[in-house]
C-alpha cells in the first residue's frame, strides 16, 4: 500500500513539473520518473536508507548555510552522507541492539545530542579530506557530465586505435615510411572536428615542418553541416533576446562556419547597424574538451615511436592548440580582447582598425561585432601596407604586450577604403614586463648584430633561462648570423632556423614568446604571399629606424623605479633578521595554502584527541560504541598529514 501511495503522489509531482516545462509525452514521462523514485525508495527502506537520508537532508541544511561550506556543493553532499550512512548504521547494528535496552534519558541524549554532533564532526572531517585528496569528478560542476565525457572519450579513443590499426600506422612509424605524413592526416580526416582544425594548423607551419607534412595535411577541410534556422533562432532567442525585435535581417546561412561556430550576416533593428555574428555550437565545449585530450594522447603516442616526429614539437604545438581553442568557445574572452587591442591602438596611434564590439548583443555563445567591408589578404598589397602591417605586430609585442596569435591571411583585410583591419582575436598571446623586455633584448641586438644582447634576451624567455649556457648560446646565435646573412631574407632565415637551434639544444621558449614567434613566422609568410617586395629584414630595420630608443630605455628606468619605490617599504616590514641574514617566506600564495591546511588538520587532530581521551571516562553511553574507534582513526590519520606537512617544510629548497 505504502509503494502506492508514493507512487500516486510522485506521479502528480511529475505530471505537474512536466506540464510547468511544457514537455512532450508529459503522461508518460511523469510515469516513468514516478515508477523509479518509488521502486528507489522502498529498496533504500529496506537498508535503513530512507532515514539516511532524511537526516543527511536535516544536517545538510544546517551546515551548507555555514559560509565556509558555501562552495564545492558536490564535496559537502557527499561528506554529509556518508557521515550519516556510517553514524545511523553502526548505531542500529551496536548500540539500538543491546539485550537491554539502555534507559529512556539515555537514548534520548543519544538521539538529540550524539548522533548529530557525530555526523557534523564526521562530515566536516570527511569535506576536509575530500578537499586534501582533490579527485577530478569532484571538481568538476556537473559530474554526471563529468562521467558521460569519460564514457564518449572511452568510445573516441577506442574508434581512433581502430582506425590505427586498419591504416596500418604502427608499422609505417617504424619503417619512417614515405606514406607515414599522409596516412596521420588520414587519421586525423577520418577523426573529425578538432583533429581536421589541428591538421589545418599544421599546414601553416612551413617553418616547423617539413614539405611533405605540410602537403599531407593541407588537403584536409573542415567539413560541417550548418546549423538549422531553427536551431539558430533557439540559440538568439534563449541568449539575446527575441530574433525578430533584435535584427531587422538577418542571414540564415552562414558566411563562413566551423567545427566550433559558425558566421552570420545582419543589421540591428535600433541601432540600423549592418553587424557579424558569431554564433558557438550547442554542447561543442564539452565535445571538444574530450576530443582535445584524446589529441594530446595520439600526438604523444606517435612522439614516443618515432624520434623524428618528436624532434617536430608536435606535443607542444598541440598543447598551445588546446589551450587557444577553449579560449575561443568562449566568446567572452574574445571581446575582452578585441576591446583591449583596439584601445591600445588608439592610445599608441596604430593605424589599424578593429571591429567594434556590440556588447549588449553579446553572451559567452553570441558574438556580435562591426561589420568591416573589404576583402582579406588573398591579392596584391603595396609595401607600405605590409610595413604598416608588420610595424603593428611588433609593437604588440614589444610595447602594448598583447598580440594577435594568429595572423593568417583570412584575419588580416584590406577595408574597400585602403585601410587594413585586423579581425578575429579568439586567439591572443599576453606578455609579461619581463617576457616584454627580454623580447625586445633580443630583436634590439639583433639589429645591432650583438649576440651577447641577443643571448641574454633569449635566455630571458626561456623556462629555466638562469641555468642555460649562455657563451654557448652566444656562439650558436653568431653562426647563425653569419649563415643567414647570405640569404635573401635573412631575418627570415634567422628566426627559422634559431626555432630550430632552440630545439636542438634543449631548450624551451615561454608559452606566451613562443606563441609571439610562431605569429611572426606566421605573418611573415602572410605578408610575402601578398606583397613581392617585402622583406623581414628591411621591415625589422626600418621599425628599428622609427622605434625611439631612448623612450624605450626611459620607460624600462621609469619602471624599475616605480617597482624599486613599491618594493622597499614591503622589504622593511617583512624580513627576520637571524645571524646578519635576511629570510623571507616563500610565495604568499603557496605558504598561506600550506599553512591554512596545515592549521585546519591540526585542530581537527586536537579535537579527536579530546574525544578519543572523553570516550575512555565516559562508559555506558554511545561513546563506546563510536567516539572512541572514530576519535582514534581521525588522530592517526591527523597526526600522519601533520608529520608529512613539517617533513614538507623542513625539507631544503632547491
Request: hydrophobic fraction near 50%.
Given at each position: 500500500?505504502?509503494?502506492?501511495v508514493?507512487?500516486?503522489?510522485?506521479?502528480?509531482?511529475?505530471?505537474?513539473l512536466t506540464?510547468?516545462?511544457?514537455?512532450?509525452?508529459?503522461v508518460?514521462i511523469?510515469?516513468?520518473?514516478?515508477?523509479?523514485?518509488?521502486?528507489l525508495?522502498q529498496?533504500?527502506?529496506?537498508?535503513?536508507?530512507?532515514?539516511?537520508?532524511?537526516?543527511?537532508?536535516?544536517?545538510?541544511?544546517?551546515?551548507?548555510?555555514?559560509s565556509?561550506?558555501?562552495?564545492?556543493?558536490?564535496?559537502?553532499?557527499?561528506?554529509?552522507?556518508?557521515?550519516?550512512?556510517?553514524v545511523?548504521?553502526?548505531?542500529?547494528?551496536?548500540?539500538?541492539?543491546?539485550?537491554?535496552?539502555?534507559?529512556d534519558?539515555?537514548?534520548?541524549?543519544?538521539?538529540?545530542?550524539?548522533?548529530?554532533?557525530?555526523?557534523?564532526?564526521?562530515?566536516?572531517?570527511?569535506?576536509?579530506?575530500?578537499n586534501?585528496?582533490?579527485?577530478?569528478?569532484?571538481?568538476?560542476?556537473?559530474?554526471?557530465?563529468?562521467?558521460?565525457?569519460?564514457?564518449?572519450?572511452?568510445?573516441?579513443m577506442?574508434?581512433?586505435?581502430?582506425i590505427?590499426?586498419?591504416?596500418?600506422?604502427?608499422h609505417?612509424?617504424q619503417?619512417?615510411?614515405?606514406?607515414l605524413?599522409?596516412?596521420?592526416?588520414?587519421?586525423?580526416?577520418?577523426?573529425?572536428g578538432?583533429?581536421?582544425?589541428?591538421?589545418?594548423?599544421?599546414?601553416?607551419?612551413?617553418?616547423?615542418l617539413?614539405?611533405?607534412?605540410?602537403?599531407?595535411?593541407?588537403?584536409?577541410?573542415?567539413?560541417?553541416?550548418?546549423?538549422?534556422?531553427?536551431?539558430?533562432?533557439?540559440?538568439?532567442?534563449?541568449?539575446?533576446?527575441?530574433?525578430?525585435?533584435?535584427?531587422?535581417?538577418?542571414?540564415?546561412?552562414p558566411?563562413?562556419a566551423?567545427?566550433?561556430?559558425?558566421?552570420?550576416?545582419?543589421?540591428l533593428?535600433?541601432?540600423?547597424?549592418?553587424?557579424?555574428?558569431?554564433?558557438?555550437?550547442?554542447?561543442?565545449?564539452?565535445?571538444?574538451?574530450?576530443?582535445?585530450?584524446?589529441?594530446?594522447?595520439?600526438?604523444?603516442?606517435?612522439?614516443?615511436?618515432?624520434?623524428k616526429?618528436?624532434?617536430?614539437?608536435?606535443?607542444?604545438?598541440?598543447?598551445?592548440?588546446?589551450?587557444n581553442l577553449?579560449?575561443?568557445?568562449?566568446?567572452?574572452?574574445?571581446?575582452?580582447?578585441?576591446n583591449?587591442?583596439?584601445?591600445?591602438?588608439?592610445?599608441?596611434?596604430?593605424?589599424?582598425?578593429?571591429?567594434?564590439?556590440y556588447?549588449?548583443?553579446s553572451?559567452?555563445?553570441?558574438?556580435?561585432?562591426?561589420?568591416?567591408?573589404?576583402t582579406?589578404?588573398?591579392r596584391?598589397?603595396?609595401?607600405?601596407?605590409?610595413?604598416?602591417?608588420?610595424?603593428?605586430?611588433?609593437?604588440?609585442?614589444l610595447?602594448?604586450?598583447?598580440?594577435?596569435a594568429?595572423?593568417?591571411?583570412?584575419?588580416?583585410?584590406?577595408?574597400?577604403d585602403?585601410?587594413v583591419?585586423?579581425?578575429?582575436?579568439?586567439?591572443?598571446?599576453y606578455l609579461?614586463?619581463?617576457?616584454?623586455?627580454?623580447?625586445?633584448?633580443?630583436?634590439?641586438?639583433?639589429?645591432?648584430r650583438?649576440?651577447?644582447?641577443?643571448?641574454?634576451?633569449?635566455?630571458?624567455?626561456?623556462?629555466?633561462?638562469?641555468?642555460l649556457?649562455?657563451?654557448?648560446?652566444?656562439q650558436?646565435?653568431?653562426?647563425?648570423?653569419?649563415?643567414?646573412?647570405?640569404?635573401?631574407?635573412?631575418?627570415?632565415?634567422?628566426?627559422?632556423?634559431?626555432?630550430s637551434?632552440?630545439?636542438?639544444?634543449?631548450?624551451?621558449?615561454?608559452?606566451?614568446?613562443?606563441?609571439?614567434?610562431?605569429?611572426?613566422?606566421?605573418?611573415?609568410?602572410?605578408?610575402?604571399?601578398?606583397?613581392?617586395?617585402?622583406?623581414?629584414?628591411?621591415?625589422?630595420?626600418?621599425?628599428?629606424?622609427?622605434?625611439?630608443?631612448?623612450?624605450?630605455?626611459?620607460?624600462?628606468?621609469?619602471?624599475?623605479?616605480?617597482?624599486?619605490?613599491?618594493y622597499?617599504?614591503?622589504l622593511?616590514e617583512?624580513?627576520?633578521?637571524?645571524?646578519?641574514k635576511?629570510?623571507?617566506a616563500?610565495?604568499?600564495?603557496?605558504?598561506?595554502?600550506?599553512?591554512?591546511?596545515?592549521?585546519?588538520?591540526?585542530?581537527?587532530?586536537?579535537?579527536?584527541?579530546?574525544v578519543?581521551?572523553?570516550?575512555?571516562?565516559?562508559?555506558?553511553?554511545?561513546?563506546?560504541?563510536?567516539?572512541?574507534?572514530?576519535?582514534?582513526s581521525?588522530?592517526?590519520?591527523?597526526?600522519?598529514?601533520?608529520?608529512?606537512?613539517?617533513?614538507?617544510?623542513?625539507?631544503?629548497k632547491?
Amino acid at each position: 500500500m505504502f509503494f502506492f501511495v508514493i507512487l500516486l503522489v510522485c506521479f502528480i509531482v511529475f505530471l505537474l513539473l512536466t506540464s510547468f516545462f511544457n514537455r512532450k509525452h508529459k503522461v508518460l514521462i511523469s510515469f516513468a520518473s514516478a515508477l523509479v523514485v518509488s521502486m528507489l525508495l522502498q529498496v533504500l527502506e529496506q537498508f535503513y536508507l530512507s532515514s539516511i537520508l532524511v537526516a543527511a537532508f536535516l544536517v545538510y541544511f544546517i551546515i551548507g548555510n555555514i559560509s565556509t561550506f558555501k562552495s564545492n556543493q558536490l564535496k559537502l553532499s557527499l561528506a554529509i552522507l556518508f557521515s550519516t550512512s556510517i553514524v545511523t548504521l553502526v548505531l542500529s547494528f551496536t548500540y539500538f541492539n543491546q539485550k537491554i535496552a539502555p534507559p529512556d534519558a539515555e537514548i534520548l541524549r543519544v538521539m538529540f545530542i550524539y548522533y548529530p554532533l557525530l555526523i557534523i564532526f564526521i562530515a566536516c572531517y570527511a569535506y576536509m579530506l575530500l578537499n586534501l585528496f582533490n579527485f577530478k569528478i569532484l571538481q568538476a560542476t556537473n559530474p554526471l557530465l563529468y562521467i558521460l565525457n569519460k564514457v564518449r572519450a572511452w568510445r573516441r579513443m577506442m574508434y581512433m586505435f581502430w582506425i590505427i590499426s586498419r591504416k596500418g600506422l604502427a608499422h609505417l612509424i617504424q619503417q619512417d615510411h614515405a606514406k607515414l605524413p599522409y596516412v596521420i592526416a588520414e587519421v586525423l580526416d577520418s577523426m573529425g572536428g578538432v583533429f581536421v582544425k589541428f591538421a589545418q594548423v599544421l599546414s601553416t607551419k612551413k617553418d616547423m615542418l617539413p614539405a611533405n607534412y605540410i602537403q599531407a595535411f593541407s588537403s584536409l577541410h573542415d567539413q560541417v553541416k550548418p546549423l538549422s534556422p531553427q536551431e539558430l533562432k533557439a540559440i538568439i532567442d534563449t541568449k539575446i533576446g527575441n530574433m525578430d525585435e533584435t535584427y531587422e535581417s538577418f542571414g540564415m546561412e552562414p558566411i563562413a562556419a566551423a567545427s566550433i561556430g559558425q558566421v552570420h550576416l545582419a543589421k540591428l533593428k535600433l541601432a540600423g547597424e549592418k553587424v557579424v555574428v558569431k554564433i558557438l555550437r550547442p554542447d561543442v565545449k564539452q565535445k571538444m574538451t574530450v576530443d582535445l585530450d584524446i589529441l594530446i594522447q595520439f600526438v604523444s603516442w606517435l612522439s614516443e615511436r618515432s624520434v623524428k616526429i618528436k624532434s617536430l614539437g608536435l606535443i607542444q604545438l598541440a598543447e598551445g592548440f588546446k589551450q587557444n581553442l577553449i579560449e575561443e568557445t568562449d566568446f567572452d574572452i574574445e571581446a575582452l580582447n578585441t576591446n583591449l587591442i583596439r584601445k591600445a591602438f588608439e592610445e599608441h596611434n596604430i593605424r589599424i582598425r578593429v571591429p567594434e564590439i556590440y556588447s549588449e548583443y553579446s553572451t559567452k555563445q553570441i558574438l556580435t561585432m562591426e561589420y568591416i567591408e573589404g576583402t582579406s589578404f588573398t591579392r596584391a598589397v603595396t609595401s607600405d601596407v605590409s610595413e604598416r602591417v608588420m610595424h603593428a605586430f611588433l609593437d604588440q609585442i614589444l610595447v602594448i604586450g598583447i598580440f594577435h596569435a594568429d595572423p593568417h591571411p583570412g584575419n588580416l583585410m584590406l577595408t574597400v577604403d585602403g585601410e587594413v583591419a585586423l579581425i578575429d582575436f579568439g586567439s591572443v598571446g599576453y606578455l609579461t614586463d619581463e617576457e616584454r623586455g627580454g623580447m625586445l633584448s633580443f630583436l634590439m641586438g639583433y639589429s645591432s648584430r650583438d649576440t651577447k644582447e641577443m643571448a641574454d634576451g633569449l635566455t630571458r624567455v626561456c623556462e629555466d633561462g638562469h641555468l642555460l649556457d649562455e657563451k654557448l648560446i652566444e656562439q650558436r646565435l653568431s653562426r647563425l648570423l653569419s649563415e643567414a646573412s647570405f640569404s635573401p631574407d635573412p631575418t627570415s632565415v634567422m628566426m627559422k632556423r634559431m626555432m630550430s637551434m632552440i630545439t636542438e639544444m634543449g631548450m624551451s621558449l615561454k608559452p606566451t614568446i613562443a606563441g609571439a614567434f610562431r605569429a611572426i613566422i606566421t605573418l611573415d609568410g602572410t605578408l610575402s604571399s601578398v606583397d613581392d617586395t617585402y622583406s623581414l629584414s628591411a621591415t625589422s630595420q626600418s621599425y628599428a629606424t622609427y622605434m625611439d630608443k631612448g623612450q624605450v630605455v626611459k620607460e624600462r628606468l621609469t619602471k624599475v623605479k616605480e617597482q624599486i619605490t613599491d618594493y622597499i617599504p614591503k622589504l622593511l616590514e617583512l624580513p627576520i633578521l637571524k645571524e646578519n641574514k635576511i629570510t623571507i617566506a616563500r610565495e604568499e600564495n603557496h605558504s598561506l595554502h600550506d599553512f591554512m591546511g596545515t592549521l585546519t588538520v591540526g585542530i581537527f587532530t586536537v579535537i579527536c584527541m579530546v574525544v578519543m581521551l572523553a570516550s575512555f571516562v565516559v562508559q555506558g553511553e554511545a561513546m563506546r560504541f563510536l567516539l572512541a574507534p572514530l576519535s582514534i582513526s581521525g588522530f592517526g590519520v591527523g597526526m600522519i598529514i601533520l608529520i608529512v606537512a613539517v617533513i614538507k617544510q623542513l625539507k631544503p629548497k632547491v
